[in-house]
């Protein structure tokens, strides 16, 4: 074992195999040790005990989560590298395992900002947005269900009744046309299945904002805000604080546009995407919620509703975006100052042409 006043020059990189992992052990310039590991909680604090106060560098992904708290309990320094910005490692002409943990080595000891680390939330954190996903997953498959019905019907002729997506498979089930029954009737049956899980962990989220994660309360006093959106906002963010402006939100969360100046060129891009998908999704739906026709009168429509009628031919998605990437600020800037939401605070002017209709509605209860 090395000395302890040592460790604190090393640096290790560990490429994080989903059944062995292999790390690079980096001394002023000079490989100094190699070794994999089976990428097991046992296997890992046994192999990672004797490098205390060393500083590691692993790649986001499937089991960067756990490693690092295990690591950081062990005493040693760990980074998580932003996956977007390793190009050392996705655009490597000798791509290996064995390289990627010396590439990973090499940058850690040099200058961490290269690589944008990223915060894992915790395990209690990452439970409860796994129960989130989990949900969202059976909102799209019924979702997919309901069309795949209403397609087939289509098909026949027949156009199923307008029905709210709880009650579907209640109110359509008689409007099936006879030679269809067949193949439907058990998708129906699913149909109803799904929506009673997906109460059933609506129950559960409601339970978690209530005893959990109060904050939730003043975030819901925004309109297209629920307690699903809520809840996935504060466990997205984690800590509120990691933010010194509550603008940069918007930019965590991919939905401010990529830039790519040089000289004089500087191209009007599409958003980033980077950051969480699905709380990027969520608040999309928000968005549409409150452009809709049940939206309210508020600052965040009538900035929507400008760019609708300004936006030019893309103005109903710049609307959205723009809407929704207003909607995390707000979201953040609640949470952070604990002031009371104004729905009217800043409101500009109601556009000469208000552009309501074309708007399809989301539901405030999937928001």
């Known amino acids: 074992m090395r000395e302890v006043s040592t460790l604190a020059n090393a640096t290790i990189g560990i490429d994080l195999g989903d059944r062995r992992s292999h790390a690079c052990v980096v001394?002023?310039?000079e490989v100094i040790e190699r070794f994999s590991v089976e990428t097991t909680a046992a296997d890992m604090q046994r192999a990672f005990a004797p490098?205390?106060?060393?500083?590691?560098?692993?790649?986001?992904?499937?089991?960067s989560p756990w490693v690092s708290r295990l690591l950081t309990a062990l005493g040693l320094r760990i980074a998580v590298a932003n996956p977007n910005r390793l190009a050392l490692l996705t655009r490597s002409q000798r791509k290996t395992d064995r390289n990627d943990a010396e590439t990973l080595a090499r940058v850690a000891s040099s200058d961490l900002g290269l690589v944008h680390p990223i915060q894992h939330r915790d395990e209690r954190r990452q439970i409860d947005l796994e129960m989130l996903k989990a949900r969202d997953l059976l909102v799209r498959a019924r979702t997919m269900l309901v069309n795949h019905v209403r397609g087939a019907s289509k098909s026949l002729g027949t156009r199923l009744p307008t029905s709210d997506t709880d009650t579907f498979a209640r109110n359509v089930a008689a409007h099936v046309p006879a030679p269809l029954q067949?193949?439907?009737?058990?998708?129906?049956?699913q149909i109803r299945f799904l929506t009673r899980a997906i109460r059933r962990y609506d129950a559960k989220v409601r339970e978690l904002c209530r005893d959990v994660y109060v904050e939730t309360d003043a975030l819901q006093e925004i309109d297209g805000v629920g307690s699903v959106t809520s809840l996935a906002f504060v466990l997205?963010?984690?800590?509120?604080?990691?933010?010194?402006?509550?603008r940069r939100v918007g930019s965590y969360l991919g939905l401010c546009p990529a830039l790519a100046q040089s000289g004089d060129a500087d191209p009007q891009l599409r958003i980033t995407k980077a950051g969480n998908g699905f709380m990027r999704r969520l608040l999309v739906q928000s968005a549409h919620y409150?452009?809709?026709?049940?939206?309210?009168?508020?600052?965040l429509r009538r900035v929507g509703e400008r760019l609708m009628v300004s936006g030019g031919r893309r103005g109903k998605k710049r609307a959205v975006v723009a809407v929704a990437r207003r909607l995390a600020v707000i979201l953040h800037r609640?949470?952070?100052?604990?002031?009371?939401?104004?729905?009217?605070?800043?409101?500009p002017a109601e556009p000469s042409s208000p552009a309501r209709a074309p708007m399809s509605p989301a539901p405030a209860a999937t928001s």
Not at 53 to 62: C, D, F, K, Q
Not at 182 to 189: D, I, K
Not at 290 to 299: A, K, M, R, V
């Open 51 to 63: 490098w205390k106060g060393a500083r590691v560098l692993v790649e986001a992904g499937t089991h």
């Open 236 to 246: 997205v963010v984690g800590n509120p604080k990691r933010f010194r402006h509550s």
């Open 334 to 347: 609640i949470w952070v100052t604990g002031e009371v939401y104004d729905p009217m605070r800043d409101a």
């Open 182 to 189: 067949p193949a439907l009737r058990l998708m129906l049956t």
């Open 290 to 299: 409150i452009l809709g026709p049940f939206g309210e009168d508020c600052t």
């Open 27 to 29: 001394e002023r310039g």
